[in-house]
């Protein structure tokens, strides 16, 4: 990944320290395993946790050195390790295990934290969707379809839709969290040949990590999932994204992303203020949906393994997860700084002549005895008029001879009433509170 879409918490969790940290503790474990099956001399097992090597950028280095010779991460690193303890002690090191036992166990130890990490960040976001969304609940805005002028709505009632989605993302991830969470120390194809499950449960046990049936790896449906998890943040991160940068075009100005001092929109043109975070967060997320096809393709693998899933998972699982967790604070970062301005969207609710009370001035006359399609030819003609003739569209149907004629009146005070339109949006934030409650931990 590069520097510039790096965070502090992934950095940190995918570095080669940290994985070498990992196998390295995945090694002792099973030798303690070992020791207390009476496999191994408990004093073996002591004296490899005691003159186990300390994992620093110089350990990285050796271990690179010694791939160059072996061609293998894990064997070199065995033998670094084992080379630290001495012999006979450090013989013991890997006793059972093949490779992937040890490397499947970490990554997927990895993947559960950096899944802890991502549900932190969306913790955060769906705070800061949900209180911007009862500021803004009573913000009343021009809801648009197909990119067109449809009913009013309010600015709170799309954030709030917003954090509804980023919970059941989070539902997802969760989820991911569970099915990524396991660990297995089986052996060359699993059936235990080489080492007792007793080892294979207390590693799980320690780590936190569930043992289960495997080959020599562990299936990658599982990780595949985690890839959708994020790839489905990244989705909706770029739906927010999407709307926002359509909110800030010139031509609607409703909203603006936060703008520091000495900030510069454009080296060539000192106005331009651009949605650079919104497009940002729309351009990674292709990145992130994308990684997700390239591990679906790793679920298919030869036999009981191959390492045609290796060099992608090198790749893609650091990637993915770190840029997830970019998005994520990008956006929320985006959303706390968010200039929301009403007049703008007050403006543009009117700058269609009230043709957008169109249904429930349909309704009205649906009431009046006309029939639906005789209704709707009706306002529809008075709606082209209205707009054409850039006339208020009441004023336009008043003048109808087909509708001042009608006995009773017709009555479209309720049809033109904004509140009206909006009287039921508590049901959304009724259902923002309920998740909101739901999540104790969310802070």
């Not at 959303?335 to 703008?344: G, T």
Request: glycine residues 4%.
């Amino acid at each position: 990944m590069i520097d510039r879409y790096r965070t502090e918490e992934m950095s940190a969790l995918w570095s080669e320290q940290a994985k070498f940290s990992r196998w390295l503790e995945v090694e002792l474990l099973a030798t303690e395993a070992h020791a207390q099956l009476g496999i191994v001399e408990n004093t073996v097992a002591v004296a490899c946790r005691q003159r186990a090597p300390r994992v620093d950028d110089a350990f990285v280095d050796r271990v690179a050195r010694r791939e160059e010779i072996t061609h293998h991460d894990v064997a070199a690193f065995v033998d670094i390790v084992q080379e630290q303890i001495g012999s006979p002690d450090g013989s013991w090191i890997h006793y059972g295990l093949t490779s992937t036992d040890v490397v499947d166990t970490a990554l997927c130890w990895a993947l559960r934290d950096a899944a802890d990490v991502i549900l932190e960040a969306l913790d955060r976001l769906i705070v800061v969707l949900a209180q911007r969304a009862e500021e803004h609940r009573d913000t009343v805005m021009i809801g648009r379809t197909h990119g067109i002028h449809a009913e009013p709505t309010t600015f709170g009632l799309k954030l709030a839709l917003w954090a509804l989605q980023v919970d059941r993302d989070r539902s997802r991830m969760k989820a991911a969290r569970a099915s990524i969470a396991v660990m297995k120390l089986s052996g060359a194809v699993g059936t235990f040949s080489n080492i007792p499950p007793e080892v294979e449960d207390h590693v799980g046990s320690v780590l936190g990590l569930d043992p289960v049936p495997a080959t020599q790896v562990v299936a990658r449906d599982r990780h595949a999932e985690f890839l959708w998890a994020c790839a489905s943040i990244a989705a909706t991160c770029e739906m927010i994204a999407v709307e926002l940068r359509h909110l800030q075009r010139t031509e609607v100005g409703e909203v603006r992303e936060g703008f520091a001092d000495g900030q510069k929109g454009s080296s060539a043109m000192p106005h331009k203020r651009n949605p650079i975070s919104a497009e940002t967060i729309s351009g990674l997320a292709r990145v992130v949906r994308s990684n997700l096809l390239a591990g679906l393709q790793d679920v298919a693998l030869w036999h009981e393994r191959d390492i045609s899933h290796s060099s992608v998972e090198r790749v893609i699982l650091p990637d993915t997860s770190t840029l997830a967790h970019y998005l994520i604070r990008r956006l929320s970062v985006l959303m706390e700084r968010l200039e929301v301005l009403p007049d703008a969207m007050t403006k543009n609710l009117e700058s269609s002549f009230r043709v957008v009370f169109s249904q429930p001035v349909l309704l009205a006359l649906v009431q009046s005895g006309l029939t639906r399609d005789e209704a709707y030819r009706i306002v529809q003609r008075n709606a082209m008029i209205a707009w054409d003739e850039r006339r208020d569209f009441r004023e336009v149907l008043e003048s109808d001879a087909e509708i001042s004629s009608r006995q009773p009146a017709v009555d479209f005070d309720a049809a033109f009433d904004v509140s009206h339109s909006l009287r039921h949006i508590s049901r959304t934030f009724d259902a923002l509170g309920e998740m909101m409650a739901a999540h104790t931990n969310v802070r």
